[in-house]
């Protein structure tokens, strides 16, 4: 079993930056595949950003492609998300979640096995 916290959410201007943190609990973290999507209101869940397997292979929507940038540290087992550049389309709660199966269709919700309870990301114009 594995429990997944994230953190670190807010209000912020449009042009400013957020960090998100996620921290995993339980079996090991290391190997997995972490992901980062995104809920807006009246709008579906999107994928944000990948840490693919181990060694944090990064991917990337192409709507936060050179803004966002996702990394870990396996020994803390913890995520992050550092938001720049923000914009208003960028308002959503955001979720962090793992995939024990390192899914080449990363992109995909279904995939993941475990979810956070997410973080709202506010985004003033």
């Known amino acids: 079993q594995v429990q997944l916290a994230e953190s670190g959410g807010g209000l912020v201007q449009a042009g400013g930056s957020l960090k998100l943190s996620c921290a995993a609990s339980g079996r090991t973290f290391f190997g997995y595949t972490m992901g980062w999507f995104r809920q807006a209101p009246g709008k579906e869940r999107e994928f944000v950003a990948a840490?693919?397997?181990?060694?944090?292979?990064?991917a990337y929507a192409d709507s936060v492609k050179g803004r966002f940038t996702i990394s870990r540290d396996n020994t803390k087992k913890m995520v992050y998300l550092q938001m720049n550049s923000l914009k208003p389309d960028d308002t959503a709660v955001y979720y962090c979640a793992g995939d024990l199966n390192n899914s080449n269709n990363y992109y995909l919700s279904h995939v993941y096995d475990y979810w956070g309870q997410g973080t709202q990301v506010t985004v003033s114009s």
């Open positions: 840490s693919r397997r181990a060694f944090g292979v990064p």
